[in-house]
C-alpha cells in the first residue's frame, strides 16, 4: 500500500507539472463516458501537436528487455526523450515501465504517456496451455479465464496492451504458428476469439487490471503457401471471407481496441500496404474504430516483398493504406515528415492515425494516470496466485485429448506397483510453457514426473529418458528399455520440443523426431503396456504409434501445470473430454486436410479409378476435427427437428438425446454441423455451427437442442452476397465431424 502512495505522490507531482491546456481539457481525472467526450479530449491533445510529435505517436519500438524480431533498435531510450516513439513493447515490470513512462512524461513537451505492449498470448508468469491445446477444450469460459488471468498479472507488471488474440483459422500442420490459432474451424476459432478478447479487455478496460486485446495477424496470415512461415497467401474472395475472416471480424465486434496487420501479401498486395483490408474492410464495412499496428517491421518489409523502391514509398504506402502504427521498422519516423512536405501523404491522414492511438490511451486511462498501471503492490500481490494456479490447472486437463484408449489401459489404477516414465518429456520443465511463454518461468513448471510422483506417492516410479528431443545419440535407449522392463506400465513422453513450433518454426515433416521413434519403438518390443503422452504444438503424423499403441493422449504444451494436469487424467481424477480443434493428417502429402472440404464432381469411391483419391494414401485423416475420447463411452439417439420447414426468419431447434453408456462420470461435447447439399455455390460437406458441453453419469440420459435459423444457415451466395437459399438442409449432430447422427429439413 505505502509505495502505492508513494507512486500516487510521484504521479500527482508529475501532472501537476504539466502546464499546457492539455492536462485541463485531456486529463480530467474521470474516465471517458461519452463518445463526444472522448474525441474531444483526443482532439484537445491532436491540436497541441507539432507534426514531429504526431509521427512520434506513430511508433513504436522494442526494448532490449526481451526481443521477439529480427533486430533492436538501440536508441529507444532517446527515442522516448524526444518525443519520437509513442509506444514501447518487450518492456514489463512495474518498476521498468514506470521508469520509461518517466522517461516520457519528463522530458517530452506534451507528456503524452507511452503504451506498452507485450505478447501476452497464454499467460503471463502462470502459463496456460499453448493457444492450440486450449482450443482443445472447447470451453469458453475456462478460455475467457485463462485470458483474464493473463490479464491481471500482465497489467499488475506495467503492460496495457497484448498482441492477442491470434485469430488466423490455421489448418496446414506444416506452419509452426498453428500452435498459436484456435485451429482449423472459423466458428470454433471466431467464438475462442471472442473469449480471449472478453477475458483480456474485461468487462470495462479501464480498469488497471486490463489489458487492451491486438487482433493478430489480420489477414489470411494462416494461409500462408506450404506452411512456410512469412509466405505469400493467395486466395479467393469466397475463401476469405468465409474461412478466414470470422474469428478476426467477431473479435473486433467484441471490442477488440487494436488489430495488427500480417507478414504475408494477399493475392500479391502486402497486407501492410492494403488499403482493401485496411479501410475499406476493416473501416468500412466492419467499423473498427480503435488502432492497427504493423507486424514487426512489416512497412520495412515492403521493400522485399518488392512494391516499395525506398523508405518514402513503403511509409507512404502503409499510412496512406489506413496502419496507424509502424512496428520497430522506424520508417514513419524516418519517411512521413516529407512525405506530409512533399504532398503525398495528407496531414489529415496522420492525424487520423493519431486519433485513433491516443483514443485508445484514453480508453485505458492513460491520460487520467500514466503510471496507473505500473504498481509494486499489485505485482508483488497478482502473480501466480494459487487461485490462478487452480485455473490454469483446470484448463488444462480440459485442454488434453485422448485420442486412443484400446482395452480401456486408462485410467491407472493408483495402485499399480511399479510405474515407468521414460522419454526425453518425463523429467522435463523447460518444454512444457511452450512458444510465446511471455514472462513465464519454466523453472516453475511441474514436470510430468514431478505429477505423478505426488499424485500416487506409493507407487514405484522408475524413470529413464531414454534420448534427447532431437539428435541422433542412441545410448539412453537401451537403459530406458532396461527400465520399462521392470515396470508394470510404461508411460511414455514424446513430442516436439517447444521451439518446433511457433514463429519461424515450419516443417516439412511432421513425424516424431527419428531418435524418438526409436525409442518407442524399443520400449514397444518390451511388450508392456504403454501410454504414449505427446507433447507437441502442432498435429503430428504419428501413424506407428497409432497403429502399436494403445493409449495415447495428446497433452500440447499445457503450461506452468503440466504434470499435475496429466497425472489427474492418467489416475482417473479427471475424465478427459477435450477434442481436436484441428484435422491430424496421415501424411504431409494430404496437407490442406480438413473437415469442412467440398464433395468435388467425383467424390471418392474405392472401386472406382476415376473418383478424387491418392494412389498411395487413404483421403482419411489419421484423427478427424472434434475426435476425442472420454474413459465412459456415450451413445447418440436420432436427432429430432422442431419444424419440418421454416423461413429465413424463423427457427427451429434440432435435438438429441446423449446417454452415458460406460462407467464413469464423464463430459462430451456433442457438436452440431449443417450442410447444404444443393446450393448456388458447392457447399463444404459439413460445417461446424454449435457444439454443447453435456456432463453425464453413468446410465444418465440428457437431451441437447440446438437454434438454427439465418446465422447458422447464410453464406456468401454466387454473387457473393451474403444470405440463405431455400432448399433442404442436413443437420448432423455428434461426438466428432465424422460419427453423428442426421436429419433434413427444408428451407422454404
Ligand atoms: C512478430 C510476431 O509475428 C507477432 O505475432 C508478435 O506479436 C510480434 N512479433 C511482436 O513480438
Not at 483459422?169 to 474451424?185: L, N, Q, S
Request: charged residues 20%.
Amino acid at each position: 500500500m505505502q509505495s502505492d502512495k508513494i507512486n500516487a505522490m510521484k504521479n500527482k507531482l508529475f501532472l501537476s507539472l504539466i502546464g499546457a491546456s492539455l492536462l485541463l481539457s485531456a486529463c480530467q481525472p474521470n474516465k471517458p463516458q461519452q463518445k463526444n467526450d472522448l474525441e474531444a479530449r483526443v482532439d484537445s491533445v491532436l491540436n497541441l501537436m507539432t507534426l514531429e510529435e504526431k509521427v512520434g505517436q506513430l511508433t513504436l519500438f522494442t526494448s532490449d528487455m526481451d526481443q521477439t524480431g529480427a533486430f533492436i533498435r538501440k536508441e529507444y531510450e532517446n527515442d522516448i526523450k524526444q518525443a519520437k516513439v509513442g509506444a514501447i513493447f518487450n518492456a514489463y515490470g512495474a518498476d521498468y515501465t514506470r521508469y520509461l513512462q518517466e522517461m516520457a512524461i519528463k522530458n517530452t513537451r506534451l507528456r503524452i504517456p507511452l503504451i506498452f505492449g507485450y505478447d501476452v498470448v497464454h499467460g503471463h508468469r502462470t502459463i496456460f496451455p499453448v493457444p492450440l491445446g486450449e482450443a482443445a477444450s472447447w470451453d469458453l469460459e475456462a478460455i475467457e479465464k485463462s485470458a483474464r488471468i493473463a490479464a491481471i498479472e500482465a497489467s499488475a507488471e506495467g503492460l496495457h496492451w497484448t498482441f492477442a488474440p491470434m485469430c488466423d483459422v490455421t489448418r496446414d500442420p506444416r506452419w509452426g504458428r498453428i500452435v498459436e490459432g484456435a485451429g482449423e474451424d472459423p466458428f470454433l476459432a471466431s467464438k475462442i476469439a471472442v473469449a480471449r478478447v472478453n477475458g483480456f479487455q474485461g468487462d470495462d478496460v479501464y480498469q488497471t487490471n486490463t489489458l487492451a486485446a491486438c487482433v493478430k495477424h489480420f489477414a489470411a496470415y494462416g494461409a500462408s503457401q506450404a506452411g512456410r512461415d512469412y509466405h505469400a497467401v493467395d486466395m479467393s474472395e469466397r475463401m476469405l471471407r468465409e474461412t478466414y475472416m470470422p474469428p478476426y471480424k467477431a473479435a473486433i465486434d467484441a471490442g477488440a481496441l487494436t488489430v495488427m496487420t500480417s507478414f504475408n501479401d494477399l493475392n500479391g498486395i502486402p497486407v501492410t500496404a492494403s488499403r482493401y483490408l485496411m479501410t475499406e474492410i476493416l473501416r468500412d464495412e466492419w467499423g473498427f474504430s480503435g488502432f492497427v499496428v504493423t507486424d514487426y517491421t512489416s512497412i520495412m518489409e515492403l521493400l522485399y516483398h518488392g512494391v516499395a523502391g525506398d523508405t518514402l514509398e513503403a511509409a507512404e504506402k502503409s499510412i496512406n493504406a489506413g496502419v496507424d502504427m509502424d512496428m520497430q521498422s522506424g520508417f514513419y519516423q524516418t519517411a512521413l515528415v516529407s512525405l506530409v512536405e512533399q504532398k503525398r501523404v495528407d496531414v489529415a491522414v496522420i492525424d487520423q492515425a493519431v486519433r485513433n492511438i491516443l483514443k485508445v490511451k484514453f480508453q485505458l486511462g492513460l491520460f487520467d494516470d500514466p503510471f496507473r498501471y505500473s504498481s509494486n503492490e499489485r505485482e508483488k500481490q497478482e502473480i501466480m496466485k494459487p487461485e490462478f494456479l487452480d485455473a490454469a490447472r483446470d484448463v488444462a486437463r480440459k485442454s488434453i485429448v485422448l485420442l486412443k484408449n484400446e482395452n480401456q489401459l486408462l485410467p491407472l489404477d493408483k495402485n499399480t506397483k511399479t510405474i515407468a516414465v521414460i522419454g526425453p518429456f518425463a523429467d522435463n520443465q523447460r518444454e512444457l510453457i511452450g512458444s510465446w511463454s511471455a514472462a513465464g518461468d519454466w523453472s516453475k513448471s511441474v514436470s510430468l514426473l514431478e505429477g505423478i510422483r505426488t499424485k500416487v506417492p506409493n507407487v514405484n516410479i522408475l524413470h529413464a529418458m531414454g534420448s534427447e528431443i532431437t539428435g541422433d545419440e542412441t545410448s539412453m535407449i537401451k537403459e530406458a528399455v532396461a527400465t520399462a522392463r521392470k515396470a508394470d506400465v510404461v508411460i511414455l513422453a514424446v513430442g516436439e520440443a517447444a521451439w518446433m513450433s511457433g514463429e519461424a518454426a515450419s516443417r516439412t515433416k511432421l513425424d516424431l523426431p527419428e531418435i524418438q521413434q526409436q525409442l518407442v519403438e524399443a520400449i514397444h518390443e518390451t511388450g508392456k503396456p504403454i501410454v504414449v503422452v505427446l507433447m507437441n504444438g502442432r498435429p503430428l503424423t504419428i501413424n506407428w504409434i497409432d497403429e502399436n499403441i494403445p493409449s495415447v493422449l495428446e497433452t500440447w504444451f499445457l503450461g506452468t501445470t503440466t504434470g499435475h494436469a496429466i497425472a489427474d487424467v492418467i489416475f482417473g481424477d479427471y475424465n478427459p473430454s477435450g477434442k481436436l480443434p484441428v484435422t491430424f493428417p496421415r501424411s504431409v502429402g494430404q496437407i490442406p486436410i480438413h473437415y469442412d472440404m467440398r464433395n468435388t464432381g467425383r467424390p471418392f469411391n474405392p472401386d472406382s479409378k476415376f473418383t478424387s483419391k491418392y494412389l498411395d494414401e487413404s483421403n482419411d485423416p489419421l484423427y478427424v476435427f472434434g475426435h476425442g475420447l472420454s474413459y465412459t463411452t456415450f451413445s447418440y439417439g436420432p436427432v429430432t427437428l422442431s419444424n419440418q420447414s421454416i423461413n429465413e426468419n424463423e427457427t427451429l431447434e434440432a435435438s438429441v438425446t446423449i446417454t452415458n453408456t460406460g462407467n464413469y462420470a464423464g463430459t462430451e461435447i456433442a457438436q452440431l454441423y449443417i450442410h447444404d447439399p444443393v446450393a448456388s455455390v458447392a457447399r463444404p460437406v459439413k460445417e461446424l455451427k454449435g457444439f454443447k458441453k453435456v456432463e453425464l453419469m453413468p446410465n444418465e440420459s440428457k437431451t441437447i437442442a440446438f437454434t438454427i435459423g439465418f446465422d447458422e444457415l447464410a453464406f456468401y451466395r454466387e454473387n457473393m452476397s451474403f444470405g440463405v437459399e431455400a432448399g433442404q438442409i442436413n443437420v448432423m449432430i455428434g461426438t466428432n465431424s465424422r460419427d453423428t447422427q442426421s436429419a433434413s429439413f427444408m428451407l422454404e
